[in-house]
């Protein structure tokens, strides 16, 4: 099993432009998770889904859009990227919410400039 | 504001050493904790969790104590090796539950020195 990945591991960004960042996860989870890790900071949720076709607002949504159209598959969207989106983006993904154990994708170094 | 934080953004110890990283938080209702170590350039990974109605557990090589007086998190690791060196978070789900639910602190660098 590969687990948790994502893609791309780096990207740059001019102010403005738009880009999808795609989480995947071979373990049959219903649920997947968006998070952000700033330095010095610990990770921050952005988005979630509980399961195929749906999605729900974490802590710092704004900015961010996402798809839950496969089960595997979570897609974490920028439409307009600011400086301030520039971070480390994880995903992450359990069997189910609560007390499941979250398994981590590498990350996502993104820089805005 | 953070619910959960570290006492102490790095931790320097020497290998062979009991190492105990401390984290506080804040929300009463905070029913589960979990522990995760994340080396450089990787994600986070698990290592171990504790419930409320728990004092303390223990794993392979490290124990998380539990103080609900004090809203007070501990991660003990025996024997500190240098694969042990990572920035460790603690993080917290509150009764709500939910996928929304985990807080993670902004966690401690643990270093090893040979």
């Known amino acids: 099993n590969a687990g948790v990945t994502q893609t791309p591991k780096f990207r740059v960004l001019k102010t403005g432009q738009s880009m999808t960042l795609l989480c995947a996860q071979d373990m049959n989870h219903e649920y997947m998770y968006w998070y952000r890790q700033d330095p010095g900071m610990g990770l921050r949720l952005i988005h979630y889904?509980?399961?195929?076709?749906?999605?729900a607002k974490g802590e710092v949504p704004d900015g961010y859009n996402v798809s839950r159209l496969k089960k595997q598959n979570f897609l974490l969207g920028l439409e307009s990227a600011a400086p301030s989106q520039t971070s480390v983006y994880f995903c992450?993904?359990?069997?189910?919410?609560?007390?499941?154990?979250?398994?981590f994708g590498p990350g996502t170094r993104l820089t805005v400039l | 504001g953070e619910s959960v934080g570290l006492h102490l953004p790095t931790l320097s110890v020497q290998e062979g050493d009991n190492s105990i990283i401390n984290c506080a938080y804040s929300n009463s209702a905070s029913d589960y904790f979990i522990w995760y170590k994340q080396e450089s350039g990787k994600g986070p990974q698990f290592i171990i969790d504790i419930r409320s109605n728990m004092d303390k557990r223990q794993g392979q090589r490290v124990t998380v104590l539990l103080n609900k007086t004090v809203k007070h998190l501990s991660l003990q690791i025996a024997a500190t090796q240098p694969g042990d060196s990572a920035v460790y978070f603690c993080?917290?789900?509150?009764?709500?539950?939910?996928?929304?639910?985990?807080?993670f602190g902004k966690g401690t660098h643990l270093i090893i020195q040979p």
């Open positions: 889904s509980v399961g195929e076709g749906t999605t």
């Open positions: 993080a917290e789900e509150s009764s709500g539950g939910g996928a929304d639910g985990l807080t």
């Open positions: 992450a993904s359990s069997f189910s919410g609560g007390e499941d154990e979250q398994f």
